[in-house]
């Protein structure tokens, strides 16, 4: 069965400096996505941003990136330039297939002002 | 354009009543998803419908709980019998079966309370 693991339950940091989230996951597929989803406090959750497992270039979005190493299992997710907007839980998932999102325990992410 | 919609936003019972619960998803998504997430954790897979066809069930369903997509347009997950155990949020979510993409879109989710 696949898994996800998140290991820092709370992250903190301060307005407009970088942060790192890590995330690693284990499968013995070789074709799957993975995800980081932001669910704000009371609000719903949303995606952040997508990896291909067959794509070799990290993922970017604007101020989100993923450090993606495939043979580590590892999915990291980077934010550049801290807004208090980005408080919030992050999760990382995985989804094989069109079937069910997996997903990790979550990283609670402090913006300190 | 809507989101995915789910009514209640707020359930309150007492152990040992049921509860229904409704989810619209996107209009033009033929998948949609069932997760239940507990304070504190991620969502945990529920089940999940192609259409009106329910393709699978976690074992995390049990036979108190029953999910149906009449028509395969909104979805209602019920639960029978009601337990302290079952306060959680419930969380829709829906997708496009033919993208390649395979994102997920979420609603704001019921929050059950179970007293």
């Known amino acids: 069965a696949q898994t996800v693991t998140q290991s820092q339950p709370e992250m903190s940091v301060q307005e407009a400096e970088t942060v790192t989230l890590s995330c690693t996951y284990d499968t013995s597929e070789s074709d799957y996505y993975l995800f980081w989803y932001k669910q704000p406090p009371s609000r719903q959750m949303i995606l952040v941003i997508r990896q291909e497992a067959y794509k070799q270039q990290n993922a970017t979005e604007n101020r989100f990136s993923v450090n993606f190493q495939k043979a580590a299992k590892s999915f990291s997710l980077k934010i550049s330039d801290s807004q208090l907007g980005d408080a919030a839980m992050y999760f990382c998932a995985y989804i094989q297939g069109a079937q069910k999102l997996v997903f990790g325990q979550g990283t609670r992410l402090t913006i300190n002002p | 354009d809507t989101g995915v919609s789910q009514d209640p936003r707020h359930k309150i019972t007492k152990r040992g009543q049921n509860v229904t619960f409704r989810c619209d998803p996107i209009?033009?998504?033929?998948?949609l998803y069932w997760y239940r997430q507990t304070l504190g954790q991620g969502p945990e897979f529920l089940t999940y419908f192609q259409n009106e066809a329910q393709l699978e069930k976690s074992r995390l369903l049990s036979d108190r709980f029953s999910a149906e997509r009449p028509k395969g347009s909104f979805s209602t997950l019920e639960i029978q019998r009601t337990e302290q155990g079952d306060s959680a949020m419930y969380l829709c979510a829906s997708s496009l079966g033919t993208s390649s993409l395979h994102e997920q879109y979420f609603g704001p989710g019921t929050r059950l309370t179970v007293t």
């Open positions: 209009s033009e998504h033929n998948r």
